[in-house]
């Protein structure tokens, strides 16, 4: 049952793409309207010259699980001039659990690896990942034992990036996910896009801005 109605939402989404491609490609966005641009610009963590492009998410967050398809198809078709960094959201309780889940992936060198498997293990298989043991198995899988696991999750500067990614996410005023930050600036949600399949779109034109912005 699973895989035909994701190919039906794969279809929807090329659908859905299309009735926004006018818009974006002409770039005729409203601020307030389809995007929202930060008071205080947040500093960027890319290289001089690199536009940064940041998807803050919840790998328990239902929404971020179901943009990963057009979201994924979109970064492959980005230029060279532009960085993703991926910002696992920080509001308590498993959020925080999945954000040390991320950057104790990143530390054993199997982030890359493990990013899509840990969303469809919640959202596939119905498991938590909220506590040691499960996670420390879980990461187990990818060719690290099981106490390699655990000494990252309880690792400093693991437990440091968390606490970054919450002072992040802070600055990016962002109150939910999933949610896409382009240049520091230009925030982009579900809502402000209209969709989640629009959140690329809309993205990608406001890196466009970035590009005649720098080019002025």
């Not at 879980?138 to 500067?157: C, N, T």
């Not at 919450?166 to 600036?185: F, I, K, T």
Request: aromatic share 8%; glycine share 6%.
């Amino acid at each position: 049952m699973f895989k035909p109605f994701r190919l039906i939402q794969s279809a929807m989404i090329a659908v859905a793409g299309l009735g926004l491609a006018t818009l974006a490609s002409a770039s005729n966005l409203v601020e307030g309207q389809h995007y929202e641009r930060l008071p205080e610009p947040v500093e960027t963590r890319v290289d001089e010259g690199q536009i940064e492009v940041t998807e803050a998410f919840w790998y328990g967050c239902p929404h971020c699980y179901n943009l990963q398809d057009s979201v994924k198809a979109w970064y492959e078709t980005l230029g060279e001039d532009v960085s993703v960094i991926h910002l696992p959201a920080t509001m308590g309780g498993d959020w925080n659990t999945h954000a040390l889940v991320f950057y104790a992936a990143e530390e054993l060198g199997i982030r890359e690896e493990v990013h899509d498997d840990i969303f469809n293990a919640i959202h596939e298989e119905g498991r938590n990942l909220n506590d040691a043991d499960s996670i420390a198995s879980f990461l187990s899988q990818y060719g690290v034992s099981e106490e390699d696991a655990r000494q990252a999750l309880d690792a400093f500067s693991v437990k440091s990036q968390v606490n970054q990614a919450h002072a992040r996410m802070r600055a990016m005023r962002l109150m939910g996910v999933p949610a896409l930050v382009v240049d520091g600036r230009y925030v982009v949600t579900p809502s402000s896009a209209g969709s989640l399949e629009n959140m690329p779109q809309i993205a990608d034109a406001l890196i466009e801005r970035v590009r005649q912005e720098r080019e002025d």
